[in-house]
C-alpha cells in the first residue's frame, strides 16, 4: 500500500533534532566490511567529479559518510528545504557560506549540464513525487555526470519499530507509515529508472551499536515517527517510557544494537528532457 505523503516542512522547520540523528550515525554506526569499501569506492568517485551538487544537504554532514561536502570542498554547492537546516550550517561558520543555498529538490536553480556529480542523501523519500527530483538532478549533470542517491531499508531498525508498534498500539498512538517507504532501498530504483540510462542499487548493512537504552531513547525521541505518535508532550513521554520498557526487557542494561541497512543508487547516463527531440 503506498504510504500517506507527509509533508517534511514543518518537521525540518522546527527540529535540530537531524543534528541529533547525524550525530548518532556518526558515532555509533558500525557497518561490515563491504558496506564500508561501498562507502570508501562511492565516495572516491564523487570526489573524482567536479563540481558537485549536494541535494537535501541537511546539517551539512551527512547521516551516511558517502561523498564530500559542502564543508569538506569549495566545490560543492549545498542546498536545502530548509532555512533553519542552512542555517545551521551557516552559523557555524560565523556567517554565511555563498555555497549554500535554499531550494527544492524538484526545481534546482542551477543550468542544466552544469554539475559533474549530484548527490541526495536521505533525502528523496521526503519528496512527494522523488521521479521529479530525479529528473532535475539529471538535468544539471553533464552528459558524463553520476547521481548518487542513499536511503534506508524498509526493514531498517526493526528492534525499535517493533517496540514502537507496540508501545504506540498499547496507547492509543498515532501510526505513521515510515517515511523512507516513499523511496527506500526496495522501492527507489524504479523511480530513478525514467532519469538515467543506468541505475545500479548497491546494498548497505551495519547496526548502530548504541551503548545504552538510555541512549537509542534520545535517537528514538528525534524521530518524526515518535513525534507524530501524538500531539501532546505527555503523552509522548509515557510512549518514550513504555518503548523503554520494551527495549530493557530485550537488552537489558547492556548494549543497545539496532540493525540498519539500505541501499546506494549509482546512476549514470543522465536523460536531459531538453536532450530529447
Ligand atoms: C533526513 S535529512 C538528510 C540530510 C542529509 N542529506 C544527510 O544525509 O544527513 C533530509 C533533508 O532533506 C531536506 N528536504 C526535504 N525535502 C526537500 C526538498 N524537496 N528539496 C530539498 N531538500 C529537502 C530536509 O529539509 C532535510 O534537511
Not at 134 to 150: I, K, M, P, S
Request: aromatic share 8%.
Amino acid at each position: 500500500m503506498q504510504a500517506p505523503f507527509v509533508d517534511p516542512r514543518p518537521l525540518y522547520e522546527t527540529e535540530t533534532p537531524l543534528s541529533t540523528r547525524v550525530g548518532v550515525f556518526g558515532r555509533y554506526l558500525v557497518i561490515d566490511a563491504a558496506s564500508q569499501r561501498l562507502f570508501d569506492g562511492v565516495t572516491r568517485r564523487i570526489a573524482g567529479c567536479s563540481p558537485i551538487v549536494d541535494i537535501g544537504c541537511g546539517v551539512g554532514a551527512p547521516l551516511l559518510p558517502v561523498g564530500p561536502t559542502v564543508l569538506d570542498r569549495q566545490d560543492v554547492i549545498a542546498g536545502d528545504l530548509s532555512l533553519r537546516q542552512l542555517q545551521s550550517i551557516s552559523g557555524d561558520a560565523g556567517r554565511p557560506s555563498p555555497n549554500l543555498l535554499q531550494f527544492d529538490a524538484t526545481r534546482l536553480p542551477f543550468r542544466s549540464a552544469s554539475f559533474g556529480a549530484a548527490v541526495a542523501r536521505h533525502m528523496l523519500y521526503h519528496v512527494r513525487d522523488p521521479r521529479l527530483a530525479a529528473a532535475e538532478a539529471a538535468r544539471v549533470l553533464r552528459d558524463d555526470g553520476l547521481f548518487v542517491a542513499t536511503t534506508n531499508s524498509s526493514s531498517s531498525r526493526p528492534e525499535l519499530q517493533d517496540a514502537h508498534t507496540e508501545a504506540a498500539a498499547d496507547l492509543g498512538g498515532r501510526l505513521v507509515e515510515r517515511m523512507s517507504t516513499n523511496f527506500d532501498a526496495e522501492s527507489g530504483g524504479e523511480k530513478l529508472t525514467g532519469s538515467f540510462l543506468e541505475v545500479h542499487a548497491e546494498p548497505w548493512a551495519g547496526v548502530l551499536a548504541f551503548p545504552t537504552v538510555n541512549a537509542v531513547l534520545d535517537y528514538y525521541r528525534s524521530t518524526a515517527y515518535f513525534k507524530m505518535a501524538f500531539d501532546v508532550e505527555a503523552d509522548r513521554s509515557r510512549l518514550a517510557g513504555r518503548v523503554s520498557e520494551i527495549l530493557r526487557a530485550r537488552f537489558g542494561d547492556g548494549p543497545a544494537p539496532l540493525t540498519v541497512g539500505g541501499a546506494i543508487f549509482i546512476c549514470t547516463g543522465p536523460i536531459r528532457a531538453d536532450n530529447n527531440p
